[in-house]
């Protein structure tokens, strides 16, 4: 089956992922009950998991992840426990720094290493975690971390870095917009600090 096969079957479930709709997420994974390919299935899971944290739902992801769990699913519950339990976070961080050190394995754990990097305010270190990804994800948060330290200009490299794969995808639409905005807001500061 091919990765467009993957994409059509997966669309709903992670657009409403990515604009914010978590609990219809959760609904369209769970309609798919019988995905095309276990890889199917492992994205469907992700997003499902992600979408429950989003709502605070720790515990579904904590209960639900076990050690059997597939390789691509494990950093869900690194970030399930450093979301769920303040007294942990330095050890997590700690353990997160070893595993990411030597080579991130996979996207989710980039995404993962990411937020919890973003959440410690260490920008510097999700960024370089996500560098090495190449999914629409990954740039679209770099895009968000280079726009929190006002480098437009660089955000606007890789917003044409996400158009070039895929100008239609809804984070590259939600990416552009978040370029414009800033953009925006840095031209009218720098009005109204022309002006006042």
Not at 165 to 181: E, H, I, P, S, Y
Request: hydrophobic share 40%; net charge negative.
């Amino acid at each position: 089956m091919s990765r467009q096969q993957h994409d059509d079957e997966l669309f709903e479930i992670r657009n409403y992922y990515y604009i914010g709709n978590y609990q219809q997420c959760i609904n369209e994974a769970q309609k798919l009950r019988k995905p095309s390919t276990p890889e199917v299935a492992i994205q469907r899971d992700i997003y499902t998991y992600r979408s429950y944290m989003a709502q605070n739902k720790f515990l579904v992801v904590l209960d639900e992840i076990q050690s059997s769990s597939p390789d691509e699913v494990q950093p869900l519950r690194l970030l399930a426990e450093y979301l769920s339990s303040k007294q942990k976070r330095e050890a997590i961080v700690g353990q997160l720094d070893q595993r990411v050190a030597n080579n991130v394995e996979n996207d989710t754990l980039a995404l993962v290493a990411a937020t919890i990097y973003v959440n410690q305010n260490n920008l510097e270190a999700a960024y370089r975690v996500l560098h090495a990804c190449e999914s629409l994800e990954a740039v679209a948060f770099i895009i968000d971390i280079l726009l929190k330290i006002d480098r437009v200009d660089l955000a606007r490299k890789k917003l044409k870095d996400m158009q070039e794969k895929d100008d239609d995808a809804t984070l590259t639409q939600l990416a552009q917009a978040w370029v414009n905005v800033a953009s925006v807001s840095s031209t009218s500061s720098g009005f109204e600090n022309a002006v006042g």
